[in-house]
């Protein structure tokens, strides 16, 4: 299994919406298993292959407590969603360290796909229902701090772009002690 590597926000890949799958073969359990492995490690109780610079209608994910629930999804689609609206503190693997309330509908009934093609329905409440809803969001393109205010999101996003610059310069910074360190044997 290979460890794959997240998107932060606000990479523009993030925001394309993805394509659905039509090929259930070898190729796409591998990348679900790798996707599964990538969410476990972060860790993470939801991953969308976007995220992962896959542009495909899959989700993986796992809100049980002993983490050993792992729920695929491909090709999800909303049935139905609930009157009652709850307001949830979300997180996202692509933002990492960003918690916003975001209100959304408590309860979701979700059709999807297994991973043999079988089509299966899913009902969630609590944070499998925020949790499905927040990964279905990523196939369309859209982030949880879409929900936010321009000025919030704004912020958030000069504050994980400094970050990222931050952990570019400490990388350079690394290996250019690496080159230099070879360049004196
Ligand atoms: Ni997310």
């Not at 492995?37 to 899959?58: C, D, F, S, W």
């Not at 909303?78 to 979300?90: G, Q």
Request: hydrophobic share 35%; net charge positive; proline share 5%.
């Amino acid at each position: 299994m290979t460890q794959l590597t997240i998107l932060r926000y606000p990479d523009s890949r993030l925001m394309k919406p993805s394509e659905p799958v039509e090929v259930f073969d070898e190729a796409l359990k591998k990348l679900v298993e790798d996707m599964g492995e990538t969410m476990y490690k972060a860790p993470g109780v939801g991953l969308a292959a976007p995220q992962v610079n896959v542009h495909r209608r899959i989700i993986v994910v796992d809100t049980s407590e002993k983490k050993d629930d792992l729920k695929v999804l491909i090709n999800p689609e909303i049935v139905s969603l609930s009157e009652e609206k709850k307001v949830y503190e979300e997180g996202c693997l692509s933002l990492p360290h960003i918690y916003e309330n975001v209100e959304r509908p408590a309860q979701v009934k979700v059709r999807a796909q297994d991973i043999h093609g079988g089509w299966f329905e899913l009902e969630g409440d609590g944070l499998l229902a925020v949790c499905l809803q927040h990964e279905i969001d990523h196939l369309k393109g859209t982030v949880f701090v879409d929900y936010l205010s321009p000025m919030k999101r704004n912020r958030i996003k000069s504050k994980l772009l400094k970050e990222e610059r931050e952990i570019k310069k400490a990388a350079a910074a690394q290996n250019s002690g690496k080159n230099r360190k070879k360049g004196r044997r």
